[in-house]
């Protein structure tokens, strides 16, 4: 049905790093989304209300919030959808996560409702009554949550969407909290122990566990989270594979939503190959990340001396004495002054997020493990943090 709906609604589906070919899924999940919702949302509250069942009734609200946020991701691809313009140099495409933010408060704010509402029927029960059509309806929304939830995952995952994937974990806590709702009816039917409000009030939490989530989903890009270890992996492996390239380091990524990342990097090359050469690697380099992997990449040259053996020797001994320290510092940025009464060692080392040590200790440990092997050596150390996340263990 998915493919279906895919074939027939979106034009060249399978290019799903156009912007336009991404916000056409952006639409169509939203749409679909709206048209399930609002008809689950009607014949629950109907439902609730005719036969009086609180948790029913709060489930039809659930489906009221999940038609809203639909609403909200079809406007949040639509207005992420905008080209740039002055004001707004790399794109609107961050208006996605802004409009799950939303979708998020909102979803908190009727969980709480929900949950008032639940606290109620708990201290002023009222018998509710069973009904087959309120079976049937809530037989009929399961099915539906259930098609939903794998419908936005698999949308969510082609075009790689962090809504709509929290769209589809709503679908499919939806399908727990709704066949929640069934059995309470079945038991209260079957023993007369009124369970309603405790149902609604379990509905209700549940609701609110899923905007406490989506909230952090959608605040963590906006507030600049590291991209992902497969990434930057994935980017390193990539600059590296080309000939003359002999490093890298100070990756910096930045994500101004889907389909709008840009990155800079310091690329290292022999000092000795010729200018020319070395730029026009970079060049390629550059446009081959844009059009293999949608990457914007800037990338600062680097030219690093590896004919000087005396250099070398210091270089290695340096690492080797920063490696000693720990093995998640690292040393890029090397070069040597020579003079006649000392040597200065000018590097930058990168340290991780909450270390241990400060960078004032550690500037003690190393220039100690440095004089430790010559006197006359003296350190002149950057620190820099990584912006970039852990690579993924083996």
């Given at each position: 049905?998915t493919?279906?709906?895919?074939?027939?609604?979106?034009r060249n589906?399978?290019?799903t790093?156009?912007?336009?070919?991404?916000?056409?899924?952006?639409?169509l999940?939203?749409?679909?989304g709206?048209?399930?919702?609002l008809?689950?949302?009607g014949?629950k509250?109907c439902a609730?209300?005719?036969?009086?069942?609180?948790?029913v009734?709060?489930?039809?609200?659930?489906?009221?919030?999940d038609?809203?946020?639909?609403?909200?991701?079809?406007?949040?691809?639509k207005?992420?959808?905008?080209?740039?313009?002055?004001?707004h140099p790399?794109g609107?495409?961050r208006m996605?996560?802004i409009?799950?933010?939303?979708?998020?408060?909102?979803?908190?704010?009727?969980g709480?409702?929900?949950?008032?509402?639940s606290?109620?029927?708990i201290?002023?029960p009222?018998?509710s009554?069973?009904?087959l059509?309120?079976?049937?309806i809530?037989?009929?929304?399961?099915?539906?949550?259930?098609?939903?939830?794998?419908?936005?995952?698999?949308m969510?995952?082609?075009?790689s969407s962090l809504?709509?994937?929290?769209?589809?974990?709503?679908?499919?806590?939806?399908?727990?909290?709704?066949?929640?709702?069934?059995v309470t009816l079945?038991?209260?039917?079957?023993?007369?122990?009124e369970?309603d409000?405790?149902?609604?009030?379990?509905?209700a939490?549940?609701?609110?566990?899923s905007?406490?989530?989506?909230a952090?989903d959608?605040a963590?890009?906006l507030?600049?989270?590291a991209?992902?270890?497969?990434?930057?992996?994935?980017?390193e492996?990539?600059?590296?594979?080309y000939?003359g390239?002999?490093?890298?380091?100070?990756?910096?990524?930045?994500?101004?939503?889907?389909e709008?990342?840009?990155?800079?990097?310091h690329?290292?090359v022999?000092?000795?190959q010729?200018?020319l050469e070395?730029?026009?690697?970079?060049?390629?380099?550059?446009?081959?990340?844009?059009?293999?992997?949608?990457?914007?990449?800037?990338?600062?040259?680097d030219?690093?001396?590896?004919?000087?053996?005396e250099?070398?020797?210091?270089k290695n001994?340096t690492?080797?004495?920063?490696a000693?320290?720990?093995?998640?510092l690292s040393i890029?940025d090397?070069?040597?002054?020579?003079?006649?009464?000392?040597?200065?060692l000018?590097?930058?080392?990168?340290?991780?997020?909450?270390?241990?040590l400060t960078?004032?200790?550690?500037?003690?440990?190393?220039?100690a493990?440095?004089?430790s092997?010559?006197p006359?050596?003296?350190a002149?150390i950057t620190?820099d943090r990584s912006?970039?996340?852990?690579?993924p263990?083996?």
């Open positions: 049905m493919n279906l709906l895919i074939r027939i609604f979106i589906g399978e290019q790093t156009d912007p336009a070919v991404r916000e056409k899924y952006g639409k999940a939203g749409s679909v709206i048209l399930a919702n008809l689950l949302c014949m509250i609730g209300w005719l036969f009086g069942s609180i948790s009734l709060a489930d039809g609200v659930n489906n009221l919030s038609a809203g946020t639909s609403l909200l991701t079809l406007v949040g691809f207005l992420s959808g905008k080209p740039a313009d002055e004001k790399f609107h495409a996605e996560y409009t799950g933010f939303i979708i998020s408060f909102l979803i908190l704010f009727l709480f409702e929900l949950g008032v509402s606290l109620e029927k201290f002023s009222e018998k009554q069973f009904s059509i309120t079976v049937a809530l037989i009929l929304s399961i099915l539906i949550k259930l098609w939903l939830g794998l419908f936005n995952r698999k969510g995952k082609k075009i809504t709509l994937a929290a769209a589809a974990s709503d679908s499919f806590n939806d399908v727990i909290s709704t066949a929640a709702v069934l079945l038991v209260s039917r079957l023993t007369g122990f369970l409000g405790y149902v609604g009030l379990a509905v939490a549940l609701i609110l566990v905007g406490i989530r989506m952090i959608t963590n890009p507030l600049g989270a991209p992902s270890g497969e990434l930057v992996s994935q980017l492996q990539k600059i590296l594979s000939e390239v002999i490093g890298l380091h100070d990756l910096t990524v930045h994500d101004y939503g889907p709008r990342c840009f990155a800079s990097v690329v290292e022999p000092a000795a010729d200018i070395s730029h026009d690697i970079i060049d390629q380099i550059e446009m081959d990340c844009k059009k293999e992997m949608g990457l914007n990449l800037v990338i600062h040259l030219p690093v001396i590896t004919d000087n053996e250099v070398t020797r210091l001994m690492a080797e004495i920063v000693g320290i720990s093995h998640q890029h090397f070069r040597v002054v020579f003079g006649q009464t000392h040597t200065n000018v590097f930058d080392v990168c340290v991780p997020h909450r270390f241990a960078d004032k200790e550690l500037s003690g440990l190393i220039g493990g440095l004089k092997r010559d006359l050596l003296f002149v620190f912006y970039v996340a852990p690579k263990t083996v």
